[in-house]
């Protein structure tokens, strides 16, 4: 069975500084990974995914992950933060299929002060 | 291509009444999921369409869930009996031949 396991449910940060958040995972077969945003009231929105090759991907919004298979991670970061980058972000798993459903983390909340 | 729409966005309901739920997918897009999200909470997998074929799904749709995609384009997801239990927020995504799955705004339903 595919988990995800998001480390710390609540991320605070100063404008400019760097965005860590971190996302571990379990699967039995290799997995494909996604990092979703979710604002207020609204629906999730595609920041990067991980399916196969380069281990370091880039997304939108200037972030970017690095798929760490000896870790089973596969963290977010982004160098400055800004205020608008404040929002859930769910991390995800799923099987390297294409029409399967998608196993998320419980989310973590960034918070950016400035 | 206007993204995934979802019908209502707010219902407010008393228990024991049926609602019914509206997803527009993404046109041309052939796989269609639904998704329940509590407060706190990620999203949880409740059930997939290809086309109009539902291949999978959850242990979490109880026999008062059902959902249909008649033609392959639009899903509806109705709810039976209404729990409050079942206040949620309601997601919609879909996908093509990709991985990504796209997703809508959401039903945020309220049981009283």
């Known amino acids: 069975a595919q988990s995800v396991t998001q480390l710390g449910s609540h991320v605070s940060v100063s404008e400019g500084a760097l965005v860590l958040l971190r996302c571990n995972y379990s699967?039995?077969?290799?997995?494909?990974l996604f990092w979703y945003v979710q604002y207020p009231n609204q629906g999730l929105q595609l920041l990067l995914k991980y399916t196969t090759g380069a281990t370091l991907v880039k997304g939108i919004n200037g972030f970017e992950a690095e798929f760490k298979k000896s870790e089973t991670s596969f963290h977010l970061t982004k160098p400055s933060a800004h205020m608008s980058d404040a929002a859930e972000y769910f991390c995800?798993?799923?099987?390297?299929?294409?029409?399967?459903?998608?196993?998320f983390g419980k989310g973590t909340t960034l918070s950016v002060s400035s | 291509d206007t993204g995934v729409s979802q019908d209502p966005r707010h219902k407010i309901t008393k228990r024991g009444q049926n609602v019914t739920f509206r997803c527009d997918p993404i046109s041309e897009h052939n796989r269609l999921y639904w998704y329940r999200q509590t407060l706190g909470q990620g999203p949880e997998f409740l059930t997939y369409f290809q086309n109009e074929a539902q291949l999978e799904k959850s242990r979490l749709l109880s026999d008062r869930f059902s959902a249909e995609r008649p033609k392959g384009s639009f899903s509806t997801l109705e709810i039976q009996r209404t729990e409050q239990g079942d206040s949620a927020m309601y997601l919609c995504a879909s996908s093509s031949l990709g991985y990504e799955q796209y997703f809508g705004p959401g039903t945020r339903l309220t049981v009283t």
């Open positions: 995800a798993v799923s099987l390297n299929q294409a029409g399967t459903a998608l196993i």
């Open positions: 699967s039995s077969v290799p997995p494909y």
